[in-house]
């Protein structure tokens, strides 16, 4: 990130910017940074302006205690204001909440997007789910045992035994236990894991929410109940796609979207 700015309660905020054309941030999931969204940033820079930061409490950002979800609307609005004024905001999974809550906070938002935000309403036991986990996620925090927390988020996305044990052998399980202390901030940003359909009504402006073909019902019908929530939705499903979504695939549908006349 070669760029910094500073959010309303000080702390400070790493970004980038390429491109050229109408300015869309991406706002990076858990367990991300925004590295992990530059591919598509790449991808879109062709015919947007992309902005990829570094979420406080991650990377080269940097942390104000306590956290609340308002303090990372301030640092998007800070983003916002640093980049020109006014953007539009794609957010992949809980940071697809995030740009949701930002929109309905009345941000200077042109549109949003956002990829499978996992709201558990129609997942069989979703709302004991997300207490379970926020319970445990909350203690192995607490006391210091970030590669449990780690763990525990790897479950509940669905990752097998074998493959967590493989993932705590591998290179990248450092930089998974340095962010590990974040998933506290998007288990916030995700509150009880339903849909906030009071909230989503007060979006404003033009959102668009994009699933996988190829992941779990589930998550597809809760990027529908985005679009059908929102006043001004739009639900589109990019075939053979899963959570984990090809950069090449998902680029040009937000591209257009993007840079389409109002």
């Known amino acids: 990130m070669d760029k910094k700015t500073t959010s309303r309660d000080g702390t400070a905020l790493a970004y980038a910017v390429t491109g050229q054309g109408p300015t869309v941030i991406l706002v990076c999931g858990a367990m991300s940074t925004g590295g992990t969204v530059a591919p598509l940033a790449e991808r879109l820079s062709d015919r947007c302006t992309a902005v990829v930061y570094d979420r406080r409490g991650r990377g080269e950002s940097g942390d104000t205690k306590p956290y609340a979800v308002e303090r990372e609307v301030e640092d998007l609005a800070a983003l916002i204001d640093a980049v020109g004024g006014e953007a539009a905001l794609f957010g992949v999974s809980s940071g697809g909440a ?4 930002a929109a309905a906070g009345g941000l200077p938002v042109r549109r949003a997007a956002v990829y499978e935000v996992p709201y558990a309403d129609r997942l069989e036991g979703g709302a004991e789910r997300e207490a379970a986990y926020k319970e445990r996620l909350h203690e192995a925090l607490s006391e210091g045992r970030r590669g449990d927390a780690v763990e525990l988020f790897l479950r509940l996305t669905g990752l097998g035994e074998e493959m967590i044990r493989g993932a705590r052998q591998s290179p990248m399980w450092a930089g998974m236990e340095a962010v590990a202390p974040s998933l506290a901030y998007d288990d916030t940003v995700m509150g009880d894991g339903l849909l906030p359909r009071e909230r989503l009504a007060a979006v404003s402006v033009p959102v668009l929410s994009v699933a996988g073909g190829a992941s779990p019902q589930w998550m597809r019908e809760a990027a529908r109940a985005v679009a059908d929530t ?14 984990m979504v090809d950069p090449q695939v998902l680029g040009p549908v937000l591209a257009d979207y993007f840079t389409a006349r109002a």
């Open 98 to 101: 995030l740009v949701l809550e």
């Open 230 to 243: 929102v006043p001004q939705g739009t639900y589109r499903v990019l075939e053979g796609q899963t959570h």
